[in-house]
């Protein structure tokens, strides 16, 4: 009974002590996974807004830049009459258009060294949208459609692109400004415009536009989370959700809400198979449309699993010591304290006046002392007046 009671205590402090380390060591993991997402996020958001800051500006620089090209300006004084005038202005300009679309590129696979410091060299991209119009909104050459331009004065629509995109009249008119906006083109674009300007006359204007998500791609990634953007109430993609952006879609108008009224406040958003911990933020300074909207998401619920597996690690550690811990208490009991129980019975016995009992031993294997059975043999023959025990070796040389 002695032996049961002793292993149900230990098993019970043992149980105690490794659900408490167990339930400790997982508040303290979840904890400090929850904090390092946070920092994450906030960092990542500070980034992504000072990144869309360098990204509009570098935008527009480009657009600039284009703008004071000599040969487009002198291209632009082109007289133009009938259609056979536009046509010839419009092959010179394109060719202007293809040149500076070839020398991007090349800047962008850096066949051209871009480090040189000019803000319109930063994270050079190969555009999505690159146009030139004229003083009248009319366009002159397109560089993804070599026979799209206005081949008259009463252009269509589609030609007449300050028709379809009004605040280009900005660039054109008596104070013609450079700006950059945001567009809806197919995709939400990041835009910059610049007039083409010779002395005091405005000749036209360019207009360079990239996809707002495409700048610094692997920088995005290096920020170790998900980043996209929402125009005009929509989700206008992002890095790495793929076909779950469908499933953050339907909860754009109550994400812009909840960030309305706690914009530091990170939120969670389920999505199919796991949950998001997303931070919002805005970008403005645009011309014509609203203020942009931007995300940082980190996977939470991955990430907060994975983290939490060291519990069951520390879990199994326990489990192993207290199987370690009670295969010692067993080998205790087995070469101490069943030992002493047999010499504590057979002090019994003697007491109780049988004095014809002899104490066993197996020298080396039960008995805590070699000669301690012997000793109590003789202190009973000595006192019975029975013959003494034989004496070890250990004994004859004491």
Request: charged share 25%.
């Amino acid at each position: 009974m002695f032996r049961v009671l002793i292993t149900v205590g230990l098993t019970l402090i043992f149980a105690f002590v490794s659900m408490a380390v167990y339930t400790t060591v997982g508040t303290h993991t979840r904890t400090e996974v929850e904090l390092q997402l946070h920092e994450r996020l906030k960092g990542a958001h500070q980034s992504i807004t000072h990144l869309q800051q360098l990204s509009n500006s570098a935008t527009l620089a480009r657009a600039k830049e284009v703008a004071r090209d000599k040969n487009l300006v002198e291209s632009m004084r082109i007289e133009v009459e009938g259609e056979e005038g536009y046509l010839k202005r419009h092959q010179v300009v394109l060719n202007i258009v293809n040149k500076w679309k070839g020398e991007l590129t090349r800047r962008s696979q850096g066949a051209i060294d871009s480090s040189s410091g000019r803000l319109e060299d930063w994270q050079a991209k190969k555009p999505y949208f690159f146009n030139i119009i004229d003083s009248n909104g009319l366009l002159v050459a397109d560089m993804n459609n070599a026979r799209s331009f206005a081949k008259t004065e009463s252009a269509k629509e589609y030609s007449n692109i300050s028709k379809k995109y009004p605040i280009l009249n900005a660039a054109l008119g008596k104070d013609a400004e450079s700006f950059y906006d945001v567009w809806q083109v197919g995709h939400q674009l990041l835009v910059g415009v610049s007039p083409i300007i010779e002395g005091d006359q405005v000749l036209g204007a360019v207009v360079i536009g990239y996809h707002i998500n495409q700048s610094s791609e692997e920088y995005k990634r290096s920020l170790l989370a998900d980043v996209g953007y929402f125009f005009q109430g929509k989700l206008q993609g992002s890095s790495t959700l793929g076909k779950e952006e469908s499933v953050l879609e339907e909860s754009v108008s109550q994400l812009l809400e909840t960030y309305k009224r706690t914009p530091y406040t990170p939120i969670k958003v389920k999505l199919n198979d796991r949950t998001l911990l997303l931070r919002l933020g805005e970008v403005s300074g645009h011309k014509s449309s609203e203020k942009v909207h931007f995300f940082v998401a980190v996977n939470w619920s991955d990430t907060l699993e994975n983290a939490m597996s060291i519990r069951d690690i520390v879990l199994i550690y326990l489990v192993f010591g207290l199987l370690v811990s009670l295969l010692l208490f067993w080998i205790s009991l087995h070469y101490f304290v069943n030992p002493i129980k047999e010499i504590e019975e057979g002090v019994v016995r003697v007491t109780n006046g049988d004095l014809n009992y002899w104490f066993t031993y197996e020298v080396g294997k039960t008995d805590l002392s070699p000669t301690l059975s012997q000793h109590l043999d003789i202190m009973v023959s000595t006192l019975a007046g029975r013959d003494m025990p034989e004496l070890t070796n250990d004994e004859e040389d004491s």
